[in-house]
Nanobody, 121 residues
Framework: QVQLTESGGGLVLAGGSLTLTCVAS????????VGWFRQAPGKEREFLAS????????DYVDSVQGRFFLSRDNAKKKVSLQMNSLIPQDTAAYYC??????????????WGQGTQVTVSS
């Protein structure tokens, strides 16, 4: 098992930046693919990006491609999501999650508690 803890959320003006951090504890961190998701009030949870065990293989959803950047530090068991050019529509609770290597792309077993991002216009 792996436990995940997010941090770095907050209130930011439109056009600003935030960096969210997900720190893992427990099982071997490199055995997991880590993803970031968000959920706005009244909306379904949305996949944003994921990073493979080495940090090289990264996928982004189109809506954040070019604005959000994912990085991974296995030595620190940390995945960071740098978010730039934020817009009010980015306001949501942001979650990191982990799934075992080789599992289905939707099969995220472990979730953090979430961190709130609010973008004001």
């Amino acid at each position: 098992q792996v436990q995940l803890t997010e941090s770095g959320g907050g209130l930011v003006l439109a056009g600003g930046s935030l960096t969210l951090t997900c720190v893992a504890s427990g099982d071997t961190f490199t055995s997991y693919i880590v993803g970031w998701f968000r959920q706005a009030p009244g909306k379904e949870r949305e996949f944003l990006a994921s990073v493979g065990w080495s940090g090289v293989s990264i996928d982004y959803v189109d809506s954040v491609q070019g604005r959000f950047f994912l990085s991974r530090d296995n030595a620190k068991k940390k995945v960071s999501l740098q978010m730039n050019s934020l817009i009010p529509q980015d306001t949501a609770a942001y979650y990191c999650a982990a799934r075992p290597m080789g599992s289905s792309t939707n099969d995220y077993h472990y979730w953090g508690q979430g961190t709130q991002v609010t973008v004001s216009s």
